[in-house]
């Protein structure tokens, strides 16, 4: 745990519009493209894996700029952990997130997300689409209910990869990496297609976790059901 006796000082804007401020604590950068942020935690404030909040900067005509983001620490921690992709040339929130640095404030918003743990089953993650993903197996290995797990993470090349240590230490051989070119025996080369979801579907029933951009997102769905996937089975942000 970070800064385990870390008190948090924190100021409310508006408790009634459930928004507050919040101190950075720590930033690092973990790929060559993704930042992570540790903030300060409000009081009272609870979520659940797998949710979000929208954020904001609180710079002057960026407080209303909100964003979601996932939580990535757990709801246990005295603190907020987020792991965010930076995307260049579009003069966008994340490229100016690369300026907030510790002692910044960010701007908290009410908790949201519908993609929680159900049961053992399949994840399927693009690129960032890992995030809500990493909190819940950071929970699940908490709660010693890894097993029956399957992480499929799709990436453009290796060095795309987010936390694949960690992901690797949780998983074990159910962490399979698929990128876009590789000669990597340990990845598989090429893109999550249905022969691929069709080796690791045991059943209708089974749990398929989806996150990633909106088309990666909508083609997964449609292929599995296309593989008989009940669709109150498929998993995803609605």
Known sequence: MLWPNLQVFLICKNPFMNKCIVKVLKTDF????????????????????????????????????LRPFTFTC???????????????????????????????????????????YQGPGLFIAGGAGITPFIAILRQLKLEKKLTGNILLFA???ADDI??????????????????????????KNGFINKDLLKQYIQDRQQYCYVCGPDKFTSIMVETLNELGVLK????IEE
């Open 30 to 65: 973990i790929t060559h493209n993704v930042k992570r942020f540790v903030v300060e935690k409000p009081e009272s404030y609870n979520f659940i894996a797998g949710q979000a909040t929208d954020i904001s900067i609180n710079r002057p005509t960026l407080e209303n700029e």
């Open 74 to 116: 757990l709801n246990k921690e005295n603190y907020l952990e987020f792991i965010i992709k930076i995307y260049k040339g579009h003069n966008g929130i994340t490229e100016k997130l690369i300026d907030v640095n510790a002692g910044d404030e960010l701007i908290l918003h009410e908790v949201f997300g519908s993609i929680s």
């Open 155 to 157: 990436n453009r090349t």
């Open 162 to 187: 987010i936390l694949y240590d960690e992901l690797k230490n949780l998983l074990g051989d159910k962490f399979i990496n698929v990128l876009e070119t590789t000669d990597d025996p340990g990845m």
């Open 232 to 235: 109150s089975q498929i998993i």
